[in-house]
């Protein structure tokens, strides 16, 4: 039986409908199959539509492989989202690729840790929740306890206090992403932190970088796993939040490159791809985080070209245009928030007003050593070849900042290292803690990066001392999350002294020795 | 004779173990260039008549540690000597010792969690079993902001049969079924086993998750063991004209 079917391509997603046309020979596919690289080419701000002769089913077959071939560079290189796209129902019209038992067949879950549980039998969904464990303690609505402490200002640090986030910044570090699970924040009221020598090294860095330009102000904050290098960076936000600066914070750059979000190629000079999601998703926080602020006119115009939907033909084109002097950076990005097109000009003359303008501007990018680890992407370009980092809009954009290409004129820059990412030396080398070697291979050293990170700054959050162990400690013994002591036995000092031991003085170690240890 | 520590002090290396800093390591490609010149053979001649010695040491005699380490100057060391300590208590010190020694050492691990944690156990993993555990407890925790020891005690204590039954030949035709007390282990041993039945009945993939909503339950008093205990209660009453009271 024959099916007619007409290809459809819409911003890179593919769909069939029923057609209307006659039945001509499945032979009539192969010329197109031969010449393939026409049906490609297409624009992505333009809808291309393509209408084929109709074909049977097993001529499906045939061209199948051959669309998705030519169309996955542009999708997303995880292969369970590409599971999910070839399943989905972006193939209308069509049947599936894989129909057979197995693939419909549900993924096997493993059961309880219990002795009777054997094998892997598939059981019905019971009630309760479906998340892990980490999504639950942090996004389940518990109970929570009260707590009164200090709030972390930048004009009165006293050090060993554990402080709140203050409550004019704490919504915007919420929005920007800098509070993180499995950092135990579910355990309190709010999330709190320890004044540390750190913090008022950082204290004084803002300070001077208030003043000057950001090429002054570029730092790399490095540290072990688990030491505090994410709540430093917080800490620093909040301080800067606190003196009415705009942050444009990107918490997990892993994003960019591990392959978990679309990519395109780029409108601008400049780079190569874009990557429209995640350009979208920075634009919606950093405007949520940074309202009060962007009351900064403009000193060029920009044009938002109007974005029809799909089928809607009709109508005069109407661009929208915010003019210099007369707009303000609000309302560009007011616009942009709700705008359906790319962002990407969008985010570049973000960039450019930002720099342009007096107000201070930190850029905060947490997770950078996803850069370090994996300089070469999970993307790849047409020819198949996996895609350097810096050929993307955005990392692109980060480093001409970290180089000095472009600068603010009050402000800095601030990197943050992950302890997740194996240890590298090229972030190593270029911050002057171990020295160059020539025959590294390039999977242990990037070259061209480290010399574009040798103008950062180090500065390194060490484990906690005793005195900071003891601080934080009274913390939880006066909030009660600690229940694995007979606490109202316990020689404090013996007992800080043991936690201290335990953890080595690492605030991750040390919260998970009081929350998670129960024998 | 060559001692393990003259050769770490020959060779201007900090110690022989796993972390060796060498010199080495320090160079750039020139310096390393200018090092592999023919001025520092020497320094190479070191290296490889430093690791003979010490490889004849080795083999010619026995490892006797006494001898090896010994100071300089010094045939052999004094293995029991702890004068380089210098360590002697404190007043305070030694009062708390005084004070302690009335005092019974206190268990190392909460019986019941050791129970729970064993029951969970699977192939031996018993460090897993109690990851588990505590992170169900952190979750019961979060829900009802208490001790999640005391709660799981209590909830084990309220969902814990009294009483089960037993067959007993009597040696006639016919067997009776007579209904037996349990012991706290017994009791907590099936309330936790129920309450593990409970657990796999629900959705989550993490055992954690489950685990932590079945306790709920049963503090909630919703949990489907309630009808196992009532159940097994029943059964109890019904044979309780076997009862041997002596």
């Given at each position: 039986?024959?099916?007619?079917l007409?290809?459809?391509?819409?911003?890179?997603?593919?769909?069939?409908?029923?057609?209307?046309?006659?039945?001509?020979?499945?032979?009539?596919?192969?010329?197109?199959?031969?010449?393939?690289?026409?049906?490609?080419?297409?624009?992505?701000?333009?809808?291309?539509?393509?209408?084929?002769?109709?074909?049977?089913?097993?001529?499906?077959?045939?061209?199948?492989?051959?669309?998705?071939?030519?169309?996955?560079?542009?999708?997303?290189t995880?292969?369970?989202?590409?599971?999910?796209?070839?399943?989905?129902?972006?193939?209308?019209?069509?049947?599936?690729?894989?129909?057979?038992?197995?693939?419909?067949?549900?993924?096997k879950?493993?059961?309880?840790?219990?002795?009777?549980?054997?094998?892997?039998?598939?059981?019905?969904?019971?009630?309760?929740?479906?998340?892990?464990?980490?999504?639950?303690?942090?996004?389940?609505?518990?109970?929570?306890?009260e707590?009164?402490?200090?709030?972390?200002?930048?004009?009165?640090?006293?050090?060993?206090v554990?402080?709140?986030?203050?409550?004019d910044?704490?919504?915007?570090?919420?929005?920007?992403?800098?509070?993180?699970?499995?950092?135990?924040?579910?355990?309190?009221s709010?999330?709190?932190s320890?004044?540390?020598?750190?913090?008022?090294?950082?204290?004084k860095?803002?300070?001077?970088?208030?003043?000057?330009?950001?090429?002054?102000?570029?730092?790399?904050?490095?540290?072990?796993?688990?030491?505090?290098?994410?709540?430093?960076?917080?800490?620093?936000?909040?301080?800067?939040?606190?003196?009415?600066?705009?942050v444009?914070?990107?918490?997990?750059a892993?994003?960019?490159?591990?392959?978990?979000?679309d990519?395109?190629?780029?409108?601008?000079?400049?780079?190569?791809?874009r990557q429209?999601?995640?350009t979208?998703?920075?634009?919606k926080?950093?405007?949520?985080?940074n309202?009060?602020?962007?009351?900064?006119p403009?000193?060029?115009?920009?044009?938002?070209?109007?974005?029809?939907?799909?089928?809607?033909?009709?109508?005069?084109?109407?661009?929208?245009?915010?003019?210099?002097?007369?707009?303000?950076?609000?309302?560009?990005?007011?616009?942009?928030?709700?705008?359906?097109g790319?962002?990407?000009?969008?985010?570049?003359?973000?960039?450019?007003?930002?720099?342009?303008?007096?107000?201070?501007?930190?850029?905060?990018?947490?997770n950078?050593?996803a850069?370090?680890?994996?300089p070469?992407?999970?993307?790849?370009?047409?020819?198949?070849?996996?895609?350097?980092?810096?050929?993307f809009?955005?990392?692109?954009?980060?480093?001409?900042?970290?180089r000095?290409?472009?600068?603010?004129?009050?402000?800095?820059?601030?990197?943050?290292s992950?302890?997740?990412?194996?240890?590298?030396?090229?972030?190593?080398?270029?911050?002057?803690?171990?020295?160059?070697?020539?025959?590294a291979?390039?999977?242990?050293f990037?070259?061209?990066?480290?010399?574009?990170?040798?103008?950062?700054?180090?500065?390194?959050?060490?484990?906690?001392?005793?005195?900071?162990?003891?601080?934080?400690l009274?913390?939880?013994?006066?909030?009660?999350?600690?229940?694995?002591?007979?606490?109202?036995e316990?020689?404090?000092?013996?007992?800080?002294?043991?936690?201290?031991?335990?953890?080595?003085?690492?605030?991750?170690?040390?919260?998970k020795?009081?929350?998670?240890?129960?024998? | 004779?060559?001692?393990?520590?003259?050769?770490?002090?020959?060779?201007?290396?900090?110690?022989?173990?796993?972390?060796v800093?060498?010199?080495?390591?320090?160079?750039?490609?020139?310096?390393?260039?200018?090092?592999?010149?023919?001025?520092?053979?020497?320094?190479?001649?070191?290296?490889?008549?430093?690791i003979?010695?010490?490889?004849?040491?080795?083999?010619?005699?026995?490892?006797?540690?006494?001898?090896?380490?010994?100071?300089?100057?010094?045939?052999r060391a004094?293995?029991?000597?702890?004068?380089?300590?210098?360590?002697?208590?404190?007043?305070?010190?030694?009062?708390?010792?005084?004070?302690?020694?009335?005092?019974?050492?206190?268990?190392?691990?909460?019986?019941?969690?050791?129970?729970?944690?064993?029951?969970?156990m699977?192939?031996?993993?018993?460090?897993?079993?109690?990851?588990?555990?505590?992170?169900a407890?952190?979750?019961?925790?979060?829900?009802?902001?208490?001790?999640?020891?005391?709660?799981?005690?209590?909830?084990?204590?309220?969902?814990?049969?009294?009483?089960?039954?037993?067959?007993?030949?009597?040696?006639?035709?016919?067997?009776?079924?007579?209904?037996?007390?349990?012991?706290?282990?017994?009791?907590?041993?099936?309330?936790?086993?129920?309450?593990?039945?409970?657990?796999?009945?629900?959705?989550?993939?993490?055992?954690?998750v489950?685990?932590?909503?079945?306790?709920?339950s049963?503090?909630?008093?919703?949990?489907?063991?309630?009808?196992?205990?009532?159940?097994?209660?029943?059964?109890?009453?019904?044979?309780?004209?076997?009862?041997?009271?002596?």
């Open positions: 039986m024959s099916t007619e007409s290809l459809v391509i819409v911003n890179r997603c593919i769909y069939f409908k029923p057609s209307p046309l006659g039945h001509p020979p499945a032979t009539c596919l192969y010329p197109i199959l031969r010449h393939p690289p026409s049906i490609f080419a297409y624009n992505y701000y333009v809808c291309h539509y393509l209408s084929l002769p109709s074909f049977t089913t097993s001529d499906q077959i045939l061209l199948f492989p051959y669309i998705i071939s030519c169309t996955t560079q542009y999708l997303p995880n292969r369970s989202y590409r599971k999910v796209f070839l399943h989905s129902t972006m193939f209308r019209g069509i049947r599936a690729l894989h129909t057979s038992a197995a693939s419909l067949a549900e993924k879950v493993s059961l309880s840790f219990r002795k009777e549980a054997k094998g892997f039998v598939k059981r019905s969904k019971g009630p309760g929740n479906h998340k892990n464990f980490i999504n639950v303690s942090s996004t389940t609505l518990l109970k929570k306890s707590s009164h402490l200090p709030d972390l200002k930048p004009q009165n640090l006293t050090k060993n554990v402080t709140n986030f203050p409550n910044s704490v919504k915007a570090l919420h929005h920007l992403g800098s509070f993180r699970k499995g950092q135990f924040n579910e355990a309190f709010r999330p709190v320890l004044v540390r020598d750190a913090t008022i090294r950082l204290e860095i803002l300070q001077k970088a208030l003043t000057t330009d950001s090429t002054n102000t570029r730092i790399a904050i490095i540290g072990e796993s688990g030491v505090g290098k994410t709540t430093t960076l917080a800490q620093f936000q909040s301080m800067a939040k606190s003196h009415k600066a705009i444009f914070a990107i918490n997990n892993d994003n960019f490159v591990d392959g978990s979000s990519f395109g190629p780029s409108a601008l000079d400049t780079v190569e791809y429209p999601m995640v979208r998703k920075l634009i926080k950093f405007f949520k985080a309202k009060d602020e962007l009351n900064i403009l000193t060029e115009d920009i044009k938002f070209a109007t974005v029809k939907s799909f089928g809607e033909r009709k109508g005069k084109q109407q661009d929208l245009a915010f003019k210099a002097k007369e707009n303000t950076l609000f309302d560009v990005l007011n616009h942009a928030v709700h705008y359906r790319d962002l990407s000009h969008c985010l570049h003359f973000t960039f450019s007003q930002l720099s342009a303008s007096n107000v201070p501007v930190f850029l905060t990018v947490d950078f050593t850069f370090t680890q994996n070469i992407t999970a993307y790849r370009d047409t020819k198949n070849n996996r895609i350097y980092f810096d050929r809009e955005i990392p692109s954009l980060i480093l001409r900042y970290i000095g290409d472009d600068k603010f004129n009050k402000g800095g820059v601030l990197i943050s992950s302890g997740k990412h194996k240890s590298n030396d090229t972030l190593s080398v270029a911050l002057g803690d171990k020295s160059y070697e020539p025959y291979k390039f999977g242990d990037d070259r061209k990066l480290a010399a574009t990170l040798q103008n950062l700054e180090k500065f390194e959050v060490p484990s906690l001392n005793k005195e900071e162990v003891g601080s934080l009274q913390y939880y013994l006066d909030q009660g999350i600690i229940h694995n002591e007979k606490t109202d316990i020689n404090f000092e013996s007992f800080r002294d043991n936690k201290f031991f335990y953890s080595s003085g690492n605030p991750r170690e040390l919260l020795s009081c929350t998670l240890n129960y024998y | 004779m060559l001692r393990v520590s003259n050769l770490s002090r020959r060779l201007g290396v900090g110690s022989l173990g796993r972390f800093t060498s010199p080495l390591l320090q160079k750039t490609p020139v310096q390393i260039f200018r090092f592999n010149s023919s001025q520092n053979k020497d320094v190479y001649d070191l290296w490889i008549q430093s003979q010695e010490l490889r004849k040491e080795l083999n010619d005699k026995p490892w006797i540690p006494e001898v090896s380490l010994a100071p300089p100057g010094q045939a004094d293995m029991r000597d702890t004068s380089h300590l210098q360590w002697q208590p404190t007043q305070e010190q030694l009062e708390q010792i005084a004070e302690l020694k009335s005092k019974p050492i206190p268990l190392k691990n909460d019986p019941l969690i050791e129970h729970c944690t064993n029951l969970i699977k192939d031996g993993l018993k460090y897993k079993a109690n990851q588990y555990l505590s992170k407890l952190y979750l019961v925790f979060l829900q009802k902001r208490k001790d999640p020891v005391e709660l799981l005690r209590g909830c084990l204590d309220s969902l814990g049969p009294l009483c089960s039954t037993k067959t007993m030949k009597t040696g006639f035709a016919k067997n009776v079924t007579v209904p037996v007390p349990l012991s706290t282990r017994q009791r907590n041993r099936l309330a936790f086993k129920w309450i593990l039945e409970g657990s796999d009945k629900r959705a989550s993939k993490d055992f954690s489950r685990l932590a909503e079945e306790i709920i049963v503090i909630d008093g919703k949990s489907s063991g309630f009808e196992k205990r009532s159940l097994m209660h029943k059964q109890a009453a019904l044979h309780r004209a076997y009862l041997k009271l002596k």
